[in-house]
């Protein structure tokens, strides 16, 4: 504001004061004489009044001073009411000069609220925050606020309450938070706990799942559990090559798509000639593969067999086969080759084969060997056990009858490992989901049944995805929203480059205390600017004087960051930031779901278990799974959670119990069968299975568990008449009474955070017993681990206090102590 709009403003401002003045003795002067017209009872004496209110008669404002002048000799009555008069103008006078002198104090005075000279940035108000819509019932869970009732009863009452802030518009959340700061017990946990939709879950450490995939599953979610180191074959299987459309104008895309993911795993590009050229070469023969094999052979596990093929004398060998191979006999496709002849080889297969044989033999030897190493990975036994078959196809995420959890466990141990089958996974569901959209009406349509929640636990790990960081922009459109985690964004930098778009993508950022200068930095700078005034005093006179000659006090206003990085790195614990765009930025606390009742709840149910029946009529092969759990009620009645795709077709089932028991040191095992119940007390052991089934088990026969003890339960087929190879995998496992109250008394013993580890097969368990009772002994492994073992699956019972070691065998059922 310049000099001469600061005097102009300051005229105006005295011009208005002295108004206010004038209005005030006007209104004390007009109080006055109807206070004495009052008194007098508007008596004819009074003379002429203006007009008449509901039978008081209104005089003029100034008639008091001329009754006063006309009566001043009187005495009495009339006297006593001239003197009331004077004294409302009097106190009118004094009020008025009161009011007036209030006014220009503060018209005058230093402290009032600065314009937004250098910066308008402020935290959120109530208001504020219920207008940037993250007050709502359902969505991702950002955080929460301590906010005011709205209305003019809230305002009044000023009661505080503490509310969720929840994201559900059709935009990304990006949340930056170091690692052991809360991530996910604050946003990760309760999200999945309440978010109601589809959900695809990058699990690092499979605790996400451990918790939530329970809750989800009674909630009559289909749950898939991708694991691709899992051994015991309980987890979902998912082979790429399964969702290649062969036959099809789309077949060579789907290829491309998985070639450039296997090709180039690091995600350095295409530019280099090595890279580029293993593309080419994975392209025609993922393609081969493709189309000249069936069922479990068509993987990835056989694209390198063949590329490493010994019954080949050399390369050009192989190219000459398949450039000879008809993969369409039919010729239904129609294909043609460069020269427009008819063929029933597949034209990219030739065009391939053919620029590979002409090069020189070292280069092509370089280029197989870079395009074998890149595959060595899907050729690990238990990698390829876990590709080999699809439990589901991309598509059934968003467009099942019922929504889809799909977990994808990767251990912390084999995240490097299993990079390049993570990125081809997820870069995979984001080509295949927003491959095309409808329109209806002069406005697109939704393709989708389920909304899908992309949520990538530490996303640079991962490297840098294009799709996902291109995708950002237009994914929303297909019904997909992603909650990406990332430790800092200097580790996003890294992975994206300077120019990263994926925070410029997300709608709302969540923020958490930063560990790093580099971090807190750009944080402050998002945050912005605010304008602050500050008094600088000045003093003249004599130092020896008794007081200064005179003091003088300026005021001026200066930017200054709304948190500086400094404040950052100290922001308590509890709090934290949400950044929604196109609104100022919410100064919040952090959610904890173990301190909120329900979201505990949620989190105790246990996870399912994928349980499979695989069975060969003839030389064709049968396959069926389901994801079960099982949970027992006060009674000890036994209730099934059974849950299915909708295209599955289930066999007619009975449930088994299965109780093992250790005598004289041999494992003995029991087995029970258990009928289907439904709610009406039908019979469902033939079915029809429809999705998110709920049974009571009924005993068949006269004998019993325990269920007091710990068993399992898993499926089994009603008959096997006529059937080969029948095979069952997976059982769900109850724990004993005994051991869910131990497990409680182990978390007071050794803390609230400890963490009770599972009994791995042929796992080796170091350290204290702290606590031998009721045929458990619990072992305290350090660093906040604990492990439960039941003494009668010991060689020996342990001592209290002693440091042992306890070894099991590779069924993980039979364990040996050794002190």
């Known amino acids: 504001m310049n000099e001469a709009k600061k005097k102009e403003s300051s005229d105006w401002s005295g011009f208005l004061v002295l108004g206010l003045f004038l209005v005030c003795m006007l209104l004390s002067s007009w109080a006055a004489t109807q206070r004495i017209a009052s008194l007098f009872g508007y008596q004819e004496g009074l003379g002429n009044y203006l007009f008449t209110v509901q039978g008081w008669h209104v005089y003029q404002p100034f008639s008091w001073f001329m009754w006063t002048l006309h009566w001043a000799k009187e005495k009495g009555l009339i006297d006593e009411y001239l003197t009331q008069g004077m004294y409302v103008m009097i106190g009118g006078s004094v009020f008025s000069v009161l009011i007036c002198a209030f006014v220009n104090f503060l018209r005058t005075k230093s402290g009032k609220l600065p314009d937004h000279l250098h910066g308008s940035a402020h935290w959120a108000t109530d208001d504020e ?20 009732e709205s209305g003019f009863w809230g305002r009044i009452r000023k009661r505080v309450h503490r509310r969720i802030l929840r994201d559900n518009e059709k935009t990304h959340v990006l949340m930056a938070a170091p690692t052991r700061s809360g991530k996910g017990v604050g946003v990760v946990l309760p999200t999945l706990l309440s978010w109601r939709h589809s959900t695809l879950v990058h699990d690092v450490k499979g605790e996400n799942f451990a918790l939530t995939a329970g809750f989800r599953h009674k909630a009559g979610q289909l749950i898939l559990k991708v694991n691709p180191t899992c051994k015991d074959g309980t987890a979902a299987r998912w082979n790429s090559l399964e969702e290649v459309r062969i036959f099809t104008l789309d077949d060579v895309r789907d290829v491309q798509n998985i070639a450039a993911m296997i090709a180039d795993p690091e995600a350095k590009g295409m530019e280099d000639h090595w ?4 593309y080419k070469l994975l392209t025609g023969i993922i393609l081969h593969v493709c189309y000249t094999t069936q069922g479990e052979d068509r993987s990835l596990t056989t694209v390198a067999k063949f590329i490493a093929d010994p019954s080949f004398e050399d390369v050009k060998q192989m190219f000459s086969f398949i450039q000879g191979y008809e993969h369409d006999p039919s010729g239904k496709m129609g294909w043609r080759d460069e020269s427009g002849r008819a063929t029933k080889t597949h034209p990219e297969v030739i065009l391939v084969a053919s620029e590979m044989s002409k090069k020189e033999e070292k280069e092509l030897g370089s280029v197989i060997s870079s395009a074998v190493t890149k595959l060595g990975l899907y050729s690990e036994p238990v990698v390829a056990k876990n590709i080999g078959e699809s439990d589901f196809a991309v598509k059934d995420l968003m467009n099942l009858t019922q929504p889809v959890s799909c977990y994808y466990v990767v251990p912390p141990n084999d995240k490097e490992r299993l990079r390049p089958l993570t990125r081809l996974f997820v870069s ?38 294009d799709v996902l960081q291109d995708g950002l922009a237009y994914i929303a459109g297909y019904g997909m929203k992603a909650l990406l985690v990332i430790q800092d964004r200097v580790q996003l930098k890294e992975a994206y480059g300077d120019k990263e778009s994926v925070s410029a993508g997300c709608h709302v950022q969540i923020v958490y205390a930063p560990n790093t200068l580099d971090e807190a930095k750009p944080l402050s700078e998002m945050l912005g600017k605010k304008t602050v005034e500050y008094e600088s005093k000045n003093h003249s006179g004599s130092r020896m004087a008794h007081g200064l000659g005179q003091v003088s006090i300026s005021t001026q206003l200066q930017a200054r960051d709304l948190i500086t990085p400094d404040e950052l790195l100290a922001l308590p614990p509890s709090d934290m930031i949400v950044k929604a765009a196109g609104f100022s930025p919410i100064r919040g606390k952090k959610l904890k779901y173990y301190e909120m009742p329900v979201f505990q709840k949620r989190a105790e149910i246990p996870p399912p278990m994928r349980c499979s029946i695989e069975w060969m009529v003839g030389k064709v092969r049968h396959f069926y799974w389901a994801m079960v759990l099982v949970e027992k009620d006060a009674k000890s009645e036994m209730t099934m959670w059974l849950n299915m795709k909708d295209r599955e077709i289930a066999p007619g089932m009975l449930a088994v119990v299965r109780q093992e028991r250790v005598v004289d040191g041999r494992l003995m095992s029991n087995e029970f069968f ?45 008959s096997t008449e006529g059937l080969r190879n029948v095979a069952y995998v997976g059982e769900f496992e109850v724990l004993s009474d005994k051991k869910k109250k131990f497990k409680k008394l182990a978390a007071k013993i050794l803390g609230a955070n400890t963490k009770i580890l599972d009994i791995e097969p042929g796992s080796r368990n170091f350290g204290k017993i702290v606590l031998v009772e009721g045929g458990y002994a619990v072992q305290d492994l350090g660093f906040g681990n604990t492990v439960i073992h039941r003494c ?17 065998d590779e069924a993980g059922k039979l364990g040996q102590v050794k002190g």
């Not at 925050?129 to 005011?148: A, Y």
């Not at 890279?275 to 293993?278: D, I």
């Not at 389920?450 to 995805?465: A, C, F, G, Q």
């Not at 258990?674 to 999705?691: A, L, S």
């Open 428 to 465: 995979f569901v984001i080509r295949r989901l927003t491959e095309e959209m409808r329109f209806e009406g002069g406005t697109s349509i939704e393709g989708y049944k389920h909304r899908l929640l992309l949520m990538i636990d530490e996303l640079p790990s991962l490297r840098k995805l």
């Open 129 to 148: 925050i219920r207008k940037t819509g993250l007050l709502c019932q359902d969505g991702v869970c950002v955080g929460s606020v301590d906010v005011r």
């Open 792 to 808: 009668a699956r010991l060689d020996n019972t342990p001592k209290l206090g002693d440091d042992v070691l306890i070894g099991y």
């Open 275 to 278: 890279v580029s050229t293993s």
């Open 674 to 718: 258990y009928d289907f119940v439904d709610k009406d007390g039908k019979n469902k052991n033939r079915g029809p299975y429809g999705i998110a089934n709920v049974f009571k088990m009924q005993l068949k026969g006269d004998k019993a568990p325990d269920l007091s003890d710990e068993f399992s339960v898993g499926l089994r087929l009603l």
